[in-house]
């Protein structure tokens, strides 16, 4: 059985710098920045370009 789940721009800009999906049960699936972008602690952690980060979340939504 599939389980929905929900995309969080946790930035809440026009452009998009990071993503997270959770799913259902609130467990996090998935978390992504775009390059160049530094989390609150100034690392770059799970850094991809905006291409890349569309390309996963094609691959984890094919029904949406």
Do not use: C, H, W
């Amino acid at each position: 059985m599939r389980q929905d789940f929900i995309v969080v721009d946790t930035k809440g800009k026009n452009e998009l710098n990071e993503i997270a999906l959770i799913d259902s049960q609130g467990k996090l699936i998935y978390e992504a920045f775009v390059k160049n972008e530094l989390n609150f602690e100034g690392l770059k952690i799970n850094a991809k370009s905006l291409k890349e980060i569309i390309a996963d979340f094609l691959n984890l939504a094919p029904s949406k």
